[in-house]
């Protein structure tokens, strides 16, 4: 089982710059979950899908961020445009049943933005 | 709303060590409480949950008992070892009414060190 696949493992860009972090959940799991890790704020659910549909998405800091999951293998999370205090580590997590609380997560997506 | 309270890190033991690591919760209903633990470089994985009152959820040698008169939900273990040494998060989770499934809660996370 190759688990929850995210991608990049680490991106550096430039303030203004597009970023778009990409997760593949594992296969048959219906719930997928986006968090933002920082020293300051812990562990920040920014939004939920399932089924491939948006559920919550109340932690989502600003208009400058936006997810998608075309399908159920498959989802990006954008920053358009990044600044500096985007800067942290972003976690895709992916859950098998909507009555299981258990969550399978990726390694992260270090992004620093100078 | 839900919130999760944990004690503040770093806390350094050493190997054989008592482990305590405190967390206290505040929900509507009877939410079900976990323990996740992230080592250096990974993300998190569960350690243990428990899903109603006086449950008392194991793995690995650490517990955590469900208190509901105290809101609790410690973690402990009673002989730390290095590998050990890891951040745990404290999580509850709710049941979400629009769209169904669960959401979690975590905690800031305790960071413990564990020395020879």
């Known amino acids: 089982d190759a688990g929850v696949i995210q991608s990049p493992r680490h991106e550096v860009t430039e303030m203004g710059q597009e970023v778009t972090l990409r997760c593949k959940p594992i296969s048959g799991h219906n719930s997928l979950f986006w968090y933002r890790q920082t020293m300051m704020r812990g562990l920040e659910l920014l939004i939920y899908?399932?089924?491939?549909?948006?559920?919550?998405d109340s932690g989502m800091p600003e208009d400058r961020f936006s997810a998608k999951m075309p399908n159920a293998s498959f989802s990006t999370l954008k920053i358009q445009p990044s600044e500096p205090r985007d800067s942290a580590v972003y976690f895709c997590?992916?859950?098998?049943?909507?009555?299981?609380?258990?969550?399978?997560f990726g390694s992260g997506t270090q992004l620093s933005v100078l | 709303g839900n919130s999760v309270t944990q004690m503040e890190g770093p806390v350094t033991l050493s190997e054989e060590a008592f482990l305590t690591i405190n967390c206290t919760y505040t929900?509507?209903?009877?939410?079900?409480l976990f323990w996740y633990v992230q080592y250096p470089g990974e993300g998190l994985q569960l350690l243990l949950k428990?899903?109603?009152?006086?449950d008392k959820g194991s793995n690995k040698g650490f517990e955590a008992t469900y208190r509901k008169e105290t809101t609790s939900f410690h973690l402990e273990k009673g002989s730390v070892q290095v590998s050990d040494s890891a951040v745990y998060f404290c999580a509850l989770s709710e049941t979400l009414l629009t769209g169904g499934g669960n959401k979690l809660t975590f905690g800031t996370g305790t960071q413990l060190k564990v020395e020879l």
């Open positions: 428990a899903t109603k009152a006086d």
């Open positions: 929900a509507t209903g009877y939410p079900s």
């Open positions: 899908f399932n089924n491939n549909v948006p559920i919550d």
């Open positions: 997590a992916s859950s098998p049943d909507r009555e299981e609380e258990k969550l399978f």
